[in-house]
């Protein structure tokens, strides 16, 4: 996967590539509910300036709601 956004960086404007992250960060910050699929999406990296406490509330899916969530992670 690494090989294939680095080929595509190779060919494509990287200010356009820039707007288009900017603009799926945006959508991303704007949605109430995640699936616990994109649980890890939520985890802080560590100190830094690109961290930011956005923490969305978790919505378990593919599963029946007695069993517990083997991706979901605790807050």
Do not use: N
């Amino acid at each position: 996967m690494l090989l294939h956004f680095s080929s595509l960086a190779m060919y494509m404007d990287g200010q356009l590539i820039l707007r288009k992250a900017r603009g799926l960060l945006y959508q991303y910050r704007q949605i109430p509910k995640v699936p616990c699929t994109l649980s890890g999406l939520c985890k802080r990296c560590g100190p830094g300036m690109w961290d930011s406490e956005h923490r969305p509330a978790l919505e378990c899916v593919g599963h029946s709601d007695d069993e517990k969530c083997s991706l979901s992670i605790d807050y």
